[in-house]
């Protein structure tokens, strides 16, 4: 099993990020995909998540209206838009996977993890 994580960087406040992470190992269309961070000095917490199927989303409110989250299950791949960043979201980002329905929000909840890549948002 992998999931692998890229995409992360430095921007300036107001920029725009994609993260993708590409997924191997496992069966990726039945896991909902979620997206985690976790900034320094705080515990990990959940970003967003999208069901096995696509149909559904869930997200922080933290990010809400700022950060999609979509899936491309014929490339077994998981992205999130994030948009209008600010230096709170300054993090590292962590890709995971789920067998789990519904919102998953507890990170013991996921099976698989990726290795987790950096976003800096200056100010």
């Known amino acids: 099993v992998q999931l692998q994580a890229s995409g992360g960087g430095l921007v300036q406040a107001g920029g725009s990020l994609r993260l993708s992470c590409a997924a191997s190992g496992f069966t990726f269309s039945s896991y909902g995909m979620g997206w985690f961070r976790q900034a320094p000095g705080k515990e990990q917490e959940f970003v967003s998540l999208?069901?096995?199927?696509?149909?559904?989303?869930y997200y922080a409110d933290s990010v809400k209206g700022r950060f999609t989250i979509a899936r491309d299950s014929a490339r077994n791949t998981v992205s999130l838009q994030m948009d209008t960043l600010t230096p709170e979201d300054t993090a590292v980002y962590y890709c995971?996977?789920?067998?789990?329905?519904?919102?998953?929000?507890?990170?013991?909840?996921?099976?698989?993890w990726g290795q987790g890549t950096q976003v800096t948002v200056s100010s």
């Open positions: 995971a996977a789920t067998r789990l329905t519904g919102e998953v929000l507890r990170n013991y909840d996921y099976d698989f």
């Open positions: 999208i069901s096995w199927n696509g149909r559904n989303t």
